[in-house]
C-alpha cells in the first residue's frame, strides 16, 4: 500500500498506457475528513488494506496535504487555479478507480470533501474539467457514531460524483457505531461489515481493472 506524505511529489505523476498494461488496478483512497481521530481515517485505511488483499494497488491520500481555498469563481476568474489543484487533478487522473470514506454532516457530505471534488472539477486549460473523472470507477464508504452509519450522505455524494462522469458502484458501506467498529489493528470488529468491505473493494478492484483494459 502507498501512502502519500507531506509534499509528496511521486504520486502525482501520470501513467502513460503502456506502464498500466498488466499492472495492478492502481485505487486512489482517501476519507472526507482532514481530522487525526476521524472515523472515515480508519475506513479509508481499513479499506486500503482490503483493496490490497483484492489484488489491487492502493494509495492513501490525506485531504491534510492538499489544502485548497474555498472555490470562488473570481478567484479562479483572476488567478486561475489554485497551486495544489492541478496536482489533485493529475493524482485522480493516474489512478483506475477511486474508494472515499464519506462523513456525514447534516445528512449530506463534508465541506472540505465537496470543495475539493468542486476545484478537481474545474477545468485546467484545453482539459475539461471532467476528465480526472472519466471512465474512473468509484466505490463510495461512510462511518458515523449513529445506526444509519452515514448512509444519507452518500446520496449526495453519489449524484455529485454522476454528475461529473464517474461511474459510482451500487456497492458501498455504511459503518454505524463507529466509535467501537475498528479492532486495535485497524479492521473492523464485526466480521459481517469486514466481509461487506471486501466485497466492495473487490468489486472495485475488478470494474476498474476491465474498465482500464
Do not use: C
Not at 472515515?40 to 485531504?63: P, S, V
Not at 476568474?77 to 485522480?92: H, T, W
Not at 475539493?116 to 480526472?132: C, H, I, K, N
Amino acid at each position: 500500500m502507498n501512502n502519500t506524505t507531506r509534499n509528496s511529489k511521486s504520486l502525482a505523476v501520470v501513467r502513460d498506457s503502456s506502464e498500466l498494461d498488466g499492472a495492478k488496478a492502481r485505487i486512489l483512497v482517501f476519507a472526507g475528513s482532514t481530522r487525526e481521530a476521524s472515523f472515515n481515517r480508519k475506513l479509508a485505511i481499513a479499506a486500503a488494506r482490503a483493496i490490497e488483499e483484492a489484488g489491487g494497488e492502493a494509495t492513501l491520500m490525506d485531504l491534510r496535504d492538499h489544502p485548497l481555498p474555498l472555490y470562488d469563481g473570481d478567484l479562479e476568474a483572476s488567478a486561475g487555479l489554485p497551486l495544489g489543484v492541478r496536482p489533485l487533478k493529475e493524482l485522480f487522473k493516474s489512478h483506475d478507480g477511486l474508494f472515499i470514506a464519506s462523513p456525514e454532516y447534516n445528512g449530506s457530505m463534508s465541506a472540505v470533501l465537496k470543495n475539493t471534488l468542486d476545484w478537481v472539477s474545474r477545468p485546467a486549460g484545453d482539459e475539461a474539467g471532467t476528465v480526472p473523472y472519466a471512465n474512473k470507477t468509484v466505490a463510495l464508504g461512510a462511518a458515523s457514531p449513529g445506526a444509519l452509519g452515514g448512509l444519507r450522505g452518500l446520496v449526495h455524494l453519489r449524484a455529485v460524483l454522476q454528475s461529473v462522469g464517474a461511474l459510482v458502484l451500487s456497492e458501498q458501506i455504511a459503518v454505524g457505531n463507529a466509535a467501537s467498529a475498528f479492532t486495535a489493528e485497524g479492521g473492523l470488529a464485526d466480521e459481517r461489515m469486514q466481509q461487506m468491505l471486501r466485497r466492495t473493494v473487490a468489486r472495485l478492484v475488478d470494474v476498474a481493472s476491465r474498465l482500464r483494459d
